[in-house]
């Protein structure tokens, strides 16, 4: 199912050809008869920016690339170009193609290449007719002086993390739970060479996780807590930075069950933990030279016989009491421990990333991340990243009136605050347990996608991943 993509030397007439250009004279070099190059020219001036030409023995796939747009907006068009044009390769069962570099913009051909790439994926594991349904493609290869090996080499990398991100996510929970979930990062960490340490029950007890545990009462599955580190021989950074993501395999919303249908998609509800291991993979198989920690608890959120309710009281290991008001705000109680855990490390920055709230997808839709931060200068960094690959921040205010919604009679704070303002609040309960530099990244809409948006697809998207990968190369 995942693809290649590699360099090529020579121009390979057989093969199907898209051809990246701005300007359609650039066209004249290769083997169109002047019929085709009218009809071609015709269609440009028609303003169609891809043009498709069958050739008898090969088809032929020109697209004009616009350069009247910032670069971030150009590149992501020429994604959703690829995408487009996806429908048309896997039309003709083209099982290669040469994409032939015309334009000489590395940045834009590649983000062309990389939509194809992310095109590709599908998600076939429980078809019985997966061999009818599977893409043909299986290569892509490239023209362009330009490009690096490097380059090709750091894309088929990221294409792989992403592959295994959105698997994880589709992964029914009957397959995935939390034990489950943290042996498929031990595999992932074997295949790029990063290290993987995982708590079992009993270590999580001896370590005071009792936001996970307590979410973890109503399951028939123990919880794990995994520890996974990359930490190269030539790291920039002394000490780590450090990523959390929230492992709810399966989110029932305990005893404040969910409604039926907010049930179809909770299999999602571990987006976080997956898209932090995803970058783990892709930053230590790129071997990127900084020091990264990824922190996954992973449990699912169920009813049960001793499962916990609205008005328990959980003490965290820091001190904070918090009165449950809602066992469905269960994933800030399970980031929490993973926060309080995080500070033995001196991170220079700490990001957590979660399907948090509901709140955050009314607020932007699936387009957008949520982010709210304590540090101005890491957060721009993280922007200028989430542009570049089109998972794109908003930033809402961690106001300190806004921490009066959680103010309980009995305990330090509520789980939960007000109808309003759910995305912050929630980022608030979450900022009780840390004192380093820290973001928050919510991430409930654009995680998993009930229709087919391009190169995102349906279902995972595996949002985070390309994200971070940017984020710590310009590091």
């Known amino acids: 199912m995942e693809i290649r993509i590699t360099k090529t030397e020579a121009f390979q007439i057989d093969l199907p050809v898209i051809y990246?250009?701005?300007?359609?004279?650039?066209?004249?070099?290769?083997?169109?008869?002047?019929?085709e190059f009218e009809y071609i020219k015709r269609q440009i001036a028609e303003d169609k920016k891809q043009v498709n030409i069958n050739s008898y023995f090969k088809w032929s796939y020109i697209y004009i690339i616009d350069s009247d747009k910032e670069i971030a907006s150009l590149k992501e068009k020429l994604r959703r170009a690829a995408g487009d044009l996806y429908k048309d390769l896997r039309e003709h069962k083209h099982e290669e193609i040469l994409v032939v570099d015309l334009s000489e913009k590395v940045a834009l051909t590649l983000a062309f290449i990389e939509g194809l790439g992310l095109r590709h994926y599908q998600f076939l594991k429980y078809q019985t007719n997966k061999a009818e349904k599977r893409n043909p493609l299986k290569e892509i290869k490239i023209f362009s002086s330009p490009i690096t090996d490097e380059q090709v080499a750091q894309l088929n990398i990221l294409l792989q993390a992403m592959y295994y991100t959105r698997d994880l996510v589709n992964e029914p929970v009957a397959n995935l739970n939390a034990v489950q979930l943290a042996n498929e990062f031990e595999k992932m960490g074997q295949l790029a060479g990063f290290e993987v340490e995982i708590f079992n029950k009993k270590k999580i007890e001896s370590?005071?996780?009792?936001?996970?545990?307590?979410?973890?009462?109503?399951?028939?599955?123990?919880?794990?807590?995994s520890v996974l580190t990359w930490k190269p021989k030539n790291a920039i950074n002394k000490n780590p930075y450090v990523l959390v993501g929230k492992g709810i395999v399966y989110d029932t919303g305990g005893m404040n069950l969910k409604p039926g249908n907010y049930l179809d998609t909770m299999k999602s509800d571990m987006a976080g933990a997956a898209s932090v291991a995803g970058a783990l993979y892709a930053l230590a198989k790129a071997v990127v030279p900084v020091y990264v920690i990824a922190l996954i608890p992973a449990t699912d959120n169920r009813t049960n016989g001793n499962a916990y309710v609205p008005d328990d009281i959980i003490q965290f290991k820091n001190g904070v009491?918090?009165?449950?008001?809602?066992?469905?705000?269960?994933?800030?109680?399970?980031?929490?421990?993973?926060?309080?855990?995080?500070?033995?490390?001196?991170?220079?920055?700490v990001i957590d990333i979660a399907t948090l709230t509901?709140?955050?997808?009314?607020?932007?839709?699936?387009?957008?991340?949520?982010?709210?931060?304590?540090?101005?200068?890491?957060?721009?960094?993280?922007?200028?990243?989430?542009?570049?690959?089109?998972?794109?921040?908003?930033?809402?205010?961690?106001?300190n009136e806004y921490d009066k919604m959680l103010e309980s009679d009995i305990a330090d704070i509520k789980n939960i605050g007000g109808k309003e303002a759910g995305a912050i609040t929630a980022a608030m309960f979450l900022k009780h347990f840390v004192d380093y530099p820290w973001i928050h990244l919510d991430i409930a809409g654009p995680a998993f996608l009930s229709k087919a948006d391009n190169y995102r697809g349906v279902g995972a998207t595996g949002v985070g991943v390309r994200l971070f990968f940017d984020f710590f190369k310009n590091q």
């Open 207 to 225: 370590l005071q996780m009792n936001g996970l545990l307590t979410v973890n009462k109503g399951s028939v599955d123990p919880p794990t807590f």
């Open 321 to 349: 009491t918090v009165e449950v008001k809602n066992t469905d705000a269960e994933g800030r109680l399970v980031l929490a421990d993973a926060l309080i855990f995080a500070k033995q490390y001196n991170p220079v920055l």
């Open 20 to 35: 990246l250009t701005t300007n359609v004279e650039k066209l004249t070099d290769y083997s169109f008869s002047p019929t």
């Open 358 to 399: 509901g709140s955050a997808a009314q607020a932007v839709g699936n387009l957008g991340i949520v982010a709210m931060s304590t540090v101005r200068e890491d957060l721009n960094q993280l922007k200028v990243s989430g542009n570049n690959v089109y998972e794109r921040i908003v930033e809402l205010p961690l106001w």
